[in-house]
Structures are given as structure tokens and as C-alpha cells.
Nanobody, 117 residues
Framework: VQLQASGGGLVQAGRSLRLSCVVS????????MGWYRQVPGKQRELVAD???????RYSDSVKGRFTISRDDERNTLFLQMNSLKPEDTAVYYC????????????WGQGTKVTVSS
């Protein structure tokens, strides 16, 4: 099972980006999916996550600006990021709890988001 994140890039403050994360491989079910971000020298932090029932949770720093969603038919996770700020600059990682032979967490490789002021 692999997660492939994409959609990062360089953008000016105030603009938008949409991140995608595709789950590939033999997966019977996907439970919680989430986006995390990390800047050099700091711990990876939760940005947002979403359950199978579409319950969502956001960090205070992105509430009202970011929207997480998922398409289970396409095994894809999304993060719509609006009103981006320079402090949103980070490498964004997707994560999913999947059921293959057993339940376990899988991480994507990360996609870099840079917001210029």
C-alpha cells in the first residue's frame, strides 16, 4: 500500500492550492485520513483529518481557510487550501489508516508548499 501526494508548489500569499493524495495497493478499507505538515527543526503537526463518516478536525491555525475531503471511490484525499499565508510554508504529508492484512498507518512522501509574502 502506498500514498502519493501531489499539488504542492510556490504560491503568493492569499492564493489557493489543492493537495491530493492517492492510496494505491490492495486496501479493503480506509479509516481515518489526514494531512500533516512539517517545517525544518519542528515536529510534524496535524493540519486536518477526516474519518470514514466524514467527521473532520482542523488545527486552529487553518480553521476557516482549509477544507479536507475524501473520495473513497477513487481512494483519494484532498486538502483545499485558501487564503494561504507565509506561515503555511511546509512539507505536507498525507496519512491513512488502512485495512490490508491488518489495520496500520501509511504515510505519503510529502509535497512541498511554499507561500511567498
Amino acid at each position: 500500500v502506498q500514498l502519493q501526494a501531489s499539488g504542492g508548489g510556490l504560491v503568493q500569499a492569499g492564493r489557493s492550492l489543492r493537495l491530493s493524495c492517492v492510496v494505491s495497493g490492495r486496501v479493503f478499507s480506509t479509516s481515518i485520513m489526514g494531512w500533516y505538515r512539517q517545517v525544518p527543526g519542528k515536529q510534524r503537526e496535524l493540519v486536518a483529518d477526516i474519518t470514514f463518516k466524514r467527521n473532520t478536525r482542523y488545527s486552529d491555525s487553518v480553521k476557516g481557510r482549509f477544507t479536507i475531503s475524501r473520495d473513497d471511490e477513487r481512494n483519494t484525499l484532498f486538502l483545499q487550501m485558501n487564503s494561504l499565508k507565509p506561515e503555511d510554508t511546509a512539507v505536507y504529508y498525507c496519512c491513512a489508516t488502512v485495512l490490508a492484512s491488518s489495520w496500520y498507518n501509511v504515510w505519503g512522501q510529502g509535497t512541498k508548499v511554499t507561500v511567498s509574502s
